[in-house]
């Protein structure tokens, strides 16, 4: 469904801003509102939060409600998180948007699932791991200025734009990475055959 599109752009949103420095003027205003560390915090957790969302669309795409439940969570999460690391209220606002759309056609996904039984697709995987490698470029495109040291890890200030993108794009990356192993290491489910005719037959003579 189209919803599933949404979704991943949202994901694709969240991961490109948190690589991408914030507005001054914003970041300025809210800086006297926050504390700076829930700024990183907040900056981290949306890039998660997008990695996620990335993840989910396939659940979505199958029509699986609890890939619906998450990911109607995660939207509301990150639009709290984009209003809390630079008052993007643009993002929020698309959030917001697509976890309403997601409420409103509810009975659209109707599969009963379970969280850790949601279903691998390569083809999403591939796409996340572009989207991840398109981050990367534009981390470096955008800090092209910015001299390479051990020390950005550990800058932790209001203005600290590339170390927070290094950070975020560390920890999606490893987030990506976990969630793959995952799905690719995990126990495959029996695949159950019907019985033939011939089978049915035979299985009908010894009852006799």
């Given at each position: 469904p189209i919803l599933a599109?949404?979704?991943?752009l949202s994901g694709v949103v969240l991961l490109f801003s948190g690589v991408t420095p914030e507005i001054d003027t914003r970041l300025e205003h809210i800086?006297?509102?926050?504390p700076h560390r829930l700024v990183d915090a907040s900056h981290f957790g949306a890039s998660l939060v997008g990695v996620l969302c990335l993840l989910l669309a396939q659940g979505l795409r199958r029509r699986l409600s609890a890939a619906w439940m998450l990911t109607t969570v995660l939207l509301l999460v990150g639009a709290l998180l984009s209003l809390l690391k630079g008052f993007d209220w643009e993002e929020a606002t698309l959030l917001?948007?697509?976890a309403t759309l997601l409420a409103v056609f509810r009975r659209s996904f109707y599969r009963p699932s379970r969280l850790t039984e949601l279903p691998f697709s390569p083809l999403f995987l591939i796409a996340s791991i572009c989207v991840l490698g398109a981050s990367i470029w534009l981390l470096l495109f955008a800090y092209q200025d910015v001299p390479y040291s051990h020390q950005?890890?550990?800058?932790?200030?209001?203005?600290?734009?590339?170390?927070?993108?290094?950070?975020?794009?560390?920890?999606?990356?490893?987030?990506?990475?976990?969630?793959?192993?995952?799905?690719?290491?995990r126990t495959a489910r029996p695949?159950?055959?019907?019985?033939?005719?011939?089978?049915?037959?035979?299985?009908?003579?010894?009852?006799?």
């Open positions: 599109v949404l979704v991943f800086g006297f509102l926050i917001t948007l697509t950005l890890w550990w800058q932790f200030t209001l203005d600290a734009d590339a170390p927070r993108g290094l950070r975020s794009l560390l920890g999606a990356a490893v987030l990506l990475v976990v969630v793959s192993l995952t799905w690719l290491l695949v159950i055959h019907l019985p033939t005719a011939e089978e049915l037959e035979r299985a009908k003579t010894i009852l006799m």
